[in-house]
């Protein structure tokens, strides 16, 4: 268990600024998810404090200590590799045994150990394999044993379960929650899954362009979203953003007129999630429409109507019915949660 | 299928040139079976004999002399150069280093000297050295002209190893030698070996310096080819029982070779 801190890092190739100079702290047992869209820098970020990648400015503490120049088998960390880094020419029993068999561990323990390990993530039968001989889902699973088969003061784990099929991903989800409620070990999780990050993360870094927009709790960063791309990013369906304007306390756009706090002012964007809405008889309600879209999904229907320029998602009950086009209209429900933003700097404006 | 012109000149074409390369080496084992009053005649028709062989390897000929010193001057060269090679491989393979270019082309760049150009050098060299006529200065002599080239080779296979498995290893908590000596040779191996057995061909082969390098005690086997060029005349028929020996022990590592560098192909690393 181990407390990191990336302090002012930055990471170049060449000229390129993959990850631009800032500062995170991962407290001791914390679970962080690194979340961001492809290319944003995540895996650079983990392969830096792996010690696979040169750090090209800045300080990485580890446990207090500068470890910057440290060689990776002396950070005592496993990580899960995004593109799995199996060994080709071991059985799979072999792949997941190799750190223990770098630690000296004794044949039979070691043996004891891998077998316990792979009834984890459901390999036993596969143990005499050689990676080549399994799939995409089955090697991440190699991959994933390897590094949780001995407790390591750091877990790094690049989207470890992004080729696995959903039912067996709830199943792993639940598996390494339950696991590092288990061990406490600090853990760096980078997925492009919002519900993997809101399941598992003690704190979520949201990270867009290799920089970290948002770093706070799941609760917060749904409640709170710092800004237009996190609150757009985060939720599915995502949130509801409008374009319009404030003016005499209410918030004006097509179709749109709901009362909010805040000066007035043009270029503002509210959003409000799909879940705040509902329903509502015609007549004043804030929010109407033409009925654009209606799409099942088993226990709701999500509900999209259109104004101009304004489009709106609500959740309705799944046996709502209406013809395309129909008028609609919604109201926010008690209780709802309204964000303002800034359209230019697309950051959150705090009533 | 149906054999258009183009199938007949394309059989005819193979034929014709399989015949071109294929007739010395068959009139060579034709020969080193004959008696020496057949040797000239180009008749099949003949009882063969294994005389040559006993005649060749008895004296004043001595051609188990020359197969032992082909036989440890290849083997050592090889057991030297290769596993240099690996090491010198892997190094420009995987760290970068400023110069690591220039570097690599500067040990490529003495495949391109000519051999007889360094031959007189050597001889001087040797000679004060006392070494002339000995196993040890042709060992020297062909790891220098061998080992570029085995760098050369094992790089291209090494560079076709992904790096993730080493730096998974590293994570794991291996150190750079237990990454090679656990990941990198294991994988490499087809490679390696490959490449282990073309170094033995060159060496094996090697004619100039060692024609210029020894005299009685060292002389190979391809030197000692000369030899049965007499004032009496070329004796053919020892000759090809000699041709004989040099070419079998290199067939059947081409046909070791083959069999491996398929599987090099095959074996590959896994995403
Ligand atoms: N070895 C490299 N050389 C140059 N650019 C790289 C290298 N590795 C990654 N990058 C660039 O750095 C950025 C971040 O990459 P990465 O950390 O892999 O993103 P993510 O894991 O979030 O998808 C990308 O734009 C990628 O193209
Ligand atoms: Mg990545």
Known sequence: MAEVQLVDVEKRYGSFLAVPKQSLTIEEGEFLVLLGPSGCGKTTTMRMIAGLEDITAGDLMIAGERANDKPPKDRDIAMVFQNYGLYPHMTVAENIGYPLKLRGMDRKTREARVQETAEKVELQALLKRRPSELSGG?????????????????????????????KLRVTMRAELKHLHHELGVTTVYVTHDQMEAMTLASRVAIMREGRIVQLDTPKKIYSEPADLFVAGFIGSPSMNLVEGRITGGRFE?????????????????????????????????????????????????????????????????????????APCTLAPKPGARIHLFDKQTGQRLDA | MRKTVFWWVERGLLLLISTIV??????????????????????????????????????????????????????VTVLIAVPCAALAAYSFSRFRVRGRKFLFFLILSTQFIPAVVIVLPFFLMF??????????????????????????????????IPTDSEEAAMIDGASRLRVIKDIVLPMAAPGILTSSIFCFILTWNEFLFALILTRRDAVTLPVGLVSFRTERGDLWELMSAAGVMITVPIFIMALLIQKHFTRGMTAGAVK
Request: aromatic letters at 8%.
């Open chain 1, 138 to 166: 089955q090697r991440q699973r190699v991959a994933l044993a390897r590094a949780i088969v001995r407790t390591p003061k750091i877990f790094l784990m690049d989207e470890p379960l992004s080729n696995l099929d959903a």
């Open chain 2, 127 to 160: 000679r004060s050295l006392g070494l002339l006529d000995t196993r040890l200065a042709l060992i020297v002599v062909n790891l220098a002209i061998v080992t570029p080239f085995v760098i050369w080779m094992i790089k291209g296979f090494i560079d076709a």
């Open chain 2, 22 to 75: 294929l007739f010395p080496i068959a009139w060579m084992f034709l020969t080193a079976f004959k008696r020496p009053r057949d040797a000239y005649s180009l008749s099949l028709d003949f009882s063969p004999t294994l005389s040559n062989f006993v005649t060749v390897f008895s004296d004043p000929w001595n051609l188990g002399d020359m197969v032992l010193n082909s036989v440890i001057v290849a083997s």
């Open chain 1, 253 to 325: 756009a097509p179709g749109v007129s709901l009362p909010v706090a805040g000066a007035d002012r043009g270029d503002v964007v509210l959003g409000i999630r799909p879940e705040d809405l509902q329903l509502t008889d015609p007549g004043a309600a804030p929010i109407s429409g033409k009925l654009y879209a209606l799409e099942l999904t088993g226990d709701s229907t999500l509900v999209t109507l259109r104004n101009g320029r304004t489009s709106v998602c609500t959740r309705g009950p799944a046996d709502f019915e209406a013809p395309i086009d």
